[in-house]
Every structure is written in structure tokens, then in C-alpha cells.
T-cell receptor, first 117, second 110 residues
């Protein structure tokens, strides 16, 4: 079964450093998402991306965050200057039809655990 | 946006059916009802979704009340692997993201 692949599985960085989290969505999918989950808390929506632009973002997704689809397969989340509170599990997701999740399912990756020291 | 209410936790025994309830009294006529689950240390996983009629797939069944103000996710025979957090979600509209609540933590005992 096709799956969303995320790399690396664990990332340790120093506060203030830039990190890039990488995702390979399922190949025929059109909608891409980033979520995060701080330990013991809810899964939080960050951003959705469709047709090479951000379609929706949450309050968490401030100027320190950016997303990019640099080629036909990868989808990346960049955090420019990491803070301690950015430590979380980051999940990438994708969906097929490009009409949003009202009548379609999202496929999630297994996540990247980001630790900011 | 339509809100959902789920119990914080439920317990089940292995091989018994599990009924996970979700209340969504402010649901609109076009809101789909989605269920996802999150196994320990994994990303969320799609379980099932529906609009009006009851739905079945290989993982579970979704029973939707006639007035659509509540729904129940049914796991026909719980296994230890079904221990997870189960989320009932109503996407606000087409083209918007899924917003996860706290869900129901299901424990399964052997």
C-alpha cells in the first residue's frame, strides 16, 4: 500500500538553527499538510498546500515556518530559527483529490521527532 | 464549525465489540463525519468516514444517527492492536484541514 514517507525520523538541533523536515507524499496526491504534536498534547494543524501554494495555515504557522515543494516528489517544512517550544513530532499528510478532506481521507507519515536543545 | 464531543477514555476486552460514541449536535447537512485513530508513537490513521448512511470497511463500521447529531464507531472484535486514541472529526468544509480534538483513548485488555 502506498505510504507517506518522512525523513529523518529524529532530528536534534540547537536553538536558533534552521531545520528542514522532508516528506514524500503519495505520488498521485494533490493536497499536502503538515501537523505537529507536542508530547502529550493534541495533533495540531500547521499548514495545507495545494497547487504550489499555501491554501490554509494556522496561527502556529508564523513567519518562522515555510513550506515548499521543490520538485515533483518532495514536500518540505522549514523552521528558520528553532525555539525550544518547537520540539514536537511533526507529521506530514497527503490526500488524493485536491478537494480537501470533507469527503476524502488523509494519509499520514510516521513523523519526524524534532528536539530543540 | 461543528464541534464533537467524545468520552476521554474507554476500556474493552480483547475479541469483544467496542462502540465508540461521538456527539456532534451542531452538524450541518453537508458535514462529513470522519474517524481517525493514532496508535502509540505513530501518525494518525484514517479509519472510516460517512455522510448519512451507515458505512462499513475492513477496519470498522460507522453508525450514523438518523438526525446525524451523533455517530458511533464500531470495532467488531477488538484486538490489542486496536488500543489507540480515536478521533471523531467534522471537517469544516471542503478544502479545509482536519482539526483534531483530544479523542477517546481506547484501552484493550487480554
Amino acid at each position: 500500500e502506498p505510504e507517506v514517507t518522512q525523513t529523518p525520523s529524529h532530528q536534534v538541533t540547537q536553538m536558533g538553527q534552521e531545520v528542514i523536515l522532508r516528506c514524500v507524499p503519495i505520488s498521485n496526491h494533490l493536497y499536502f499538510y503538515w501537523y505537529r504534536q507536542i508530547l502529550g498534547q493534541k495533533v495540531e494543524f500547521l499548514v495545507s498546500f495545494y497547487n504550489n501554494e499555501i491554501s490554509e495555515k494556522s496561527e502556529i504557522f508564523d513567519d518562522q515556518f515555510s513550506v515548499e515543494r521543490p520538485d515533483g516528489s518532495n514536500f518540505t517544512l522549514k523552521i528558520r530559527s528553532t525555539k525550544l517550544e518547537d520540539s514536537a513530532m511533526y507529521f506530514c499528510a497527503s490526500s488524493e483529490w485536491g478537494q480537501g478532506p470533507a469527503n476524502e481521507k488523509l494519509f499520514f507519515g510516521s513523523g519526524t521527532q524534532l528536539s530543540v536543545l | 464549525d461543528a464541534k464533537t464531543t467524545q468520552p476521554n477514555s474507554m476500556e474493552s476486552n480483547e475479541e469483544e465489540p467496542v462502540h465508540l460514541p461521538c456527539n456532534h449536535s451542531t452538524i450541518s447537512g453537508t458535514d462529513y463525519i470522519h474517524w481517525y485513530r493514532q496508535l502509540p508513537s505513530q501518525g494518525p490513521e484514517y479509519v472510516i468516514h460517512g455522510l448519512t448512511s451507515n458505512v462499513n470497511n475492513r477496519m470498522a463500521s460507522l453508525a450514523i444517527a438518523e438526525d446525524r447529531k451523533s455517530s458511533t464507531l464500531i470495532l467488531h472484535r477488538a484486538t490489542l492492536r486496536d488500543a489507540a486514541v480515536y478521533y471523531c472529526i467534522l471537517p469544516p468544509q471542503a478544502g479545509t484541514a482536519l482539526i483534531f480534538g483530544k479523542g477517546t483513548t481506547l484501552s484493550v485488555s487480554s
